[in-house]
């Protein structure tokens, strides 16, 4: 029978490990192995299954570092299989284990016929001693006590690896003699054959220490996280059950109170309408869009056609006088060569003269002034093309909504749901801050409304009698009527004012609006007088859509001063006679310059009056009109000419009573007055001068009309300055 090797239990626990709080004892070889060895001599060699668990025991008995590899083995046995060591790096073959650990496993057949042959099994026991013994080599400890003696680099460790080595060799002998004594013709025969072959144990390889430490730390930090993680998931399942028991508990409440199952059942409604409203507007956006740009792409078309055709005609006739002033320069009596082109020109536009003087003689309309005429008539054909056109638009118009119900595209009915949703629950109307989005909901709506509508226009509907203001109002006014007041209600109509109709009208003017067109101007004028006072009774601050709006106004009044006004300057021999082409044209590009100054001054209140100074003073009447005046003959006409533009001046620019001296943008104005009654008083219109004096005592020259009067003695119109 093979000894195990001297070794005590004691000293490993003392060596390895002081977790367990046992003191250091004596590192002295020799006498704690003396005295555990006999005690292990004297239990004899065991019989049958009482030689496993005699192993076993062993096994569990050991310190802390037997205690770690006997945990792999117990895992092992718990397996039922075959395990290599996962621990210590021992060059050992790997061995078959088989659970021997518990007793049920000891009660099978195969137990019990051991159990009746106790007494052959004890005798055989010697002989499969001597059979392991001749396959194994063991050392005997005379051996292992010189193995000691021997110097290593690292005594210690080398010790301390000799030591699991041959513990390990062992118990793998005890391990397979208790294996050999219970194997019974059930046991699968691959494990005997693997346990016949062991290799002899090799005395000169020194194994790394196990450091148990590191491992227990580890697996104490393991552990941790998966406490941590347990209980976080602990309390996320009690937060969803508090969840799922409240959920129950609110429908049980919804279920027993009949009136918030009606709120439930109208908010529910409101969900579904507002969903279905914004799914109908989404889908017919894009054909609002389409007609929209349709609309405006023919409007532009004719305004362009009318400024295109307007210039063309300028260039051909100011170039027809040229070519009649060189030849009355040369007094040639040859005919003036004119290409068809220009020929045709000539022809069509003193046609549409003729046509339009006929119509002012019929409507009693005498005191006309040649150019001040729009000049915008289209050709019978062009005409009938034009409202074909935009009838086609019109229809398709009408198409959009034709397959939808009022409730989705009628602005007094979607409206109508919304108040009911103010009226019943207001609380959580105010919290939705529904006023906010509705402008919004309306804005296609809205701008379906407004292809029709032209604001260059005289007969345009105005912004108080479309349809969606007045059903905006009366929504504003139930408003009023509730308790809170200060939902921002009335915020509605000037959030819709800016969002869609004053971009509408910026477009308008930006490319269809012609400043020349005094009836465009005035229509444009007049709505966006209405407009933007509206905006301004319902918000108080200037909104960037006014802004805008007002800036496209004047740059679209300057690009007319720089492209459209063109007044000649010929000689005096060549104008004198007034029905001369050259004295008539020049008369009209006179009086074309002063309807431009009429129409910017017209937004006088609108424009602020340093701009309108800019414009109609600074940039037409100085640099244009008052050197067509200079170069013209005193007298009547030119007199009329400088009424008619102090008429144009607005008033306010001249309340202040203690003005004495004009505006400085007027100097050269006043001075050319000043010039022309001077010429006057020694011609034959004389009596004209006393048309002069009241227009400087209008525009508040008063000090050079005094002068004036006193230098020439003109004590008759002295009442004319008392009375200003």
């Known amino acids: 029978m093979a000894h195990r090797p001297k070794r005590t239990f004691r000293q490993r626990r003392a060596h390895s490990s002081d977790s367990d709080g046992a003191e250091e004892p004596s590192s002295e070889p020799g006498a704690p192995e003396e005295q555990a060895a006999p005690g292990l ?6 019989s049958g299954g009482g030689r496993v668990e005699v192993a076993a025991g062993r096994a569990r008995g ?18 039922a299989g075959a395990a290599p060591r996962a621990e210590g790096g021992s060059r050992v073959p790997e061995s078959r284990v088989v659970d021997l650990s518990t007793d049920e496993e000891r009660e099978t057949p195969h137990s019990s016929e051991s159990k009746d042959d106790q007494g052959s099994s004890s005798n055989n026991s010697s002989s499969l001693e001597e059979e392991f013994s001749s396959i194994v080599n063991i050392p005997d400890s005379a051996f292992i006590q010189a193995a000691r003696r021997k110097p290593p680099r690292n005594e210690e460790t080398s010790e301390e690896s000799q030591e699991d080595e041959n513990q390990d060799i062992w118990e793998q002998q005890q391990m397979r003699k208790a294996v050999k004594i219970t194997e019974g013709p059930g046991l699968d025969l691959s494990y005997s054959s693997e346990l016949q072959t062991v290799k002899k144990f090799d005395t000169s390889i020194s194994l790394p220490p196990v450091n148990l430490e590191i491992i227990k730390k580890q697996l104490n930090t393991r552990l941790t996280l998966l406490q941590d993680t347990h209980r976080s998931h602990l309390r996320e399942y009690e937060k969803y059950i508090q969840d799922v028991k409240s959920s129950k508990s609110t429908i049980q409440n919804l279920e027993k109170s009949s009136n918030q199952a009606l709120n439930f059942k109208f908010y529910k409604s409101m969900k579904i309408y507002v969903e279905n409203l914004i799914d109908c507007l989404n889908e017919k956006i894009i054909s609002i869009q389409e007609i929209e740009s349709s609309m405006h792409a023919l409007l532009l078309k004719q305004a362009m056609t009318f400024v295109k055709r307007r210039q063309d005609e300028l260039k051909h006739e100011s170039a027809y006088l040229q070519q009649l002033s060189r030849r009355a320069e040369t007094s040639t009596n040859e005919s003036l060569a004119v290409d068809e082109k220009t020929q045709w020109i ?23 002034q040649e150019g001040t005429s729009s000049d915008d008539e289209l050709s019978s054909a062009d005409m009938n093309d034009f409202q074909k056109t935009q009838g086609d638009i019109s229809q398709n118009h009408k198409k959009i909504f034709e397959d939808v119900h009022d409730d989705f595209c009628n602005i007094q009915h979607i409206l109508l749901k919304f108040q009911q949703w103010r009226e019943k629950y207001p609380d959580s109307y105010y919290e939705a801050f529904i006023s906010l989005w509705i402008p919004k909901l309306l804005n296609p709506l809205i701008r379906v409304q407004l292809i029709d509508w032209n604001p260059l226009k005289f007969d345009a509907i105005g912004l108080k009698q479309m349809p969606w203001f007045t059903s905006i109002e009366e929504f504003m006014a139930s408003s009023m009527e509730d308790s809170k007041k200060e939902d921002s209600s009335d915020k509605i109509l000037s959030t819709v004012i800016n969002k869609t109709l004053i971009p509408r009208l910026t477009d308008f003017v930006e490319f269809i609006w012609d400043p020349l067109s005094t009836s465009q101007t005035t229509s444009l004028i007049t709505h966006c007088r209405v407009i933007l006072e509206e905006l301004s009774t319902c918000a108080n601050e200037v909104s960037k859509g006014k802004q805008d709006l007002l800036k496209s106004v004047v740059v679209r009044m300057k690009k007319a001063i720089e492209d459209d006004v063109f007044i000649p300057l010929y000689p005096k021999r060549t104008v004198e006679n007034k029905t001369s082409p050259h004295s008539k044209f020049q008369e009209r590009q006179f009086w074309s310059g002063v309807k431009l100054f009429h129409n910017i001054l017209l937004w006088n209140g609108l424009l602020p009056d340093d701009t309108l100074q800019e414009l109609g003073l600074g940039k037409l009447l100085n640099r244009y009109l008052i050197i067509a005046l200079l170069n013209a003959i005193p007298g009547p006409d030119v007199v009329k000419k400088c009424d008619q533009i102090a008429a144009y001046l607005p008033e306010k620019w001249f309340q202040n009573s203690a003005m004495r001296t004009s505006i400085p943008q007027l100097e050269n104005f006043i001075q050319f007055l000043l010039q022309c009654a001077h010429k006057l008083s020694r011609s034959e219109f004389r009596d004209e001068v006393k048309e002069i004096i009241p227009i400087l005592v209008k525009i508040k020259a ?20 008392k009375e200003v």
Not at 41 to 46: L, Q, T
Not at 62 to 79: E, L, N, Q, T
């Open 41 to 46: 001599r004297e239990e004899g060699p065991p």
């Open 62 to 79: 050991r310190g802390p570092r037997g205690r770690g590899r006997g945990r792999v083995w117990a895992s092992s046995r718990r397996a």
């Open 346 to 368: 000539l022809e069509e536009i003193e046609s549409r003269r003729s046509r339009r003087r006929q119509a002012r003689a019929l409507s009693g309309n005498c005191d006309h």
């Open 702 to 721: 008063l000090n050079q009309a005094e002068s004036f009067i006193e230098e020439y003695h003109l004590d008759h119109l002295k009442s004319v300055i």
